[in-house]
């Protein structure tokens, strides 16, 4: 157990519809990530928060949004749901700093979109 | 942006051989190499990191190295065992005004045969 906690583990719905997913980090960290894996694929940064501010932004598209709060628990958004958006969200969280880089992933939200 | 290519992207070796997964980098300025295991269906775990100013690091049947000229690191598992199976992804992280985004390869598949 990584410490990370992902809520739903599983979701399905249909398309156009919108979800969120939520995210609370190991304590002490206060960096959260969302990472993206689709079927034989990698693992697709989408974006990061730093204490509750947005810090990098990777391959997350204009329907996805993400934020962070003030307890450090975050939430992806996902609108206007396509088929193509199936797949396994991972969180992961750091503590951060220039020396401790260990990113720490949670179990995992499959999202199925019917 | 970084760019990580990851190779083979399956690798099937007899118990108690070795397996080698080599990875290269685009980005000069990475300086965090983590290595995550990832079982199907589960979350990708941190099994071994090298950060730049090293350039090899072991723990028990697993080593890191690091070519920092060639901007290529491999994985070496020794003494292989079933329980080994699983999908491998290198990454690179770069530090940049506080942003740490990890760049994955693609994974490596490695079957460990009885």
């Known amino acids: 157990d990584s410490g990370v906690t992902q809520t739903p583990k599983h979701l399905i719905t249909a398309t156009g519809q919108r979800v969120t997913l939520r995210c609370s980090p190991r304590?002490?960290?206060?960096?959260v990530y969302w990472y993206q894996q689709s079927l034989d694929q990698g693992l697709q940064f989408l974006i990061q928060?730093?204490?509750?501010?947005?810090?990098a932004k990777g391959n997350i598209l204009e329907r996805f949004s993400a934020q962070q709060f003030p307890d450090l628990h975050s939430e992806l958004n996902l609108s206007s749901l396509e088929l193509g958006d199936s797949a396994l969200y991972f969180c992961?969280?750091?503590?951060?700093?220039?020396?401790?880089?260990?990113?720490?992933f949670g179990p995992g939200t499959r999202l199925t979109v019917l | 942006g970084e760019n990580v290519e990851q190779h083979p992207s399956t690798l099937s070796v007899q118990e108690g051989d070795s397996a080698v997964i080599k990875c290269t980098y685009s980005?000069?300025?990475?300086?965090?190499f983590p290595w995550y295991k990832q079982e199907l269906g589960k979350r990708p775990q941190l099994i071994i990191d090298?950060?730049?100013?090293?350039g090899e690091k072991k723990d028990q049947r697993i080593a890191v190295t690091l070519n920092k000229t060639a901007k290529h690191f491999s994985l070496h598992i020794t003494e292989t065992q079933p329980e080994d199976s699983a999908v491998y992804f290198c990454?690179?992280?770069?530090?940049?005004?506080?942003?740490?985004?990890?760049?994955f390869g693609k994974g490596t598949k490695l079957s460990v045969i009885p």
């Open positions: 980005d000069s300025a990475s300086n965090y």
């Open positions: 090298i950060r730049s100013n090293v």
């Open positions: 304590s002490g960290d206060l960096s």
């Open positions: 928060y730093y204490n509750g501010e947005e810090r």
């Open positions: 990454a690179a992280l770069r530090n940049g005004a506080g942003s740490y985004q990890l760049t």
């Open positions: 992961a969280s750091s503590v951060e700093g220039t020396t401790r880089n260990e990113q720490f």
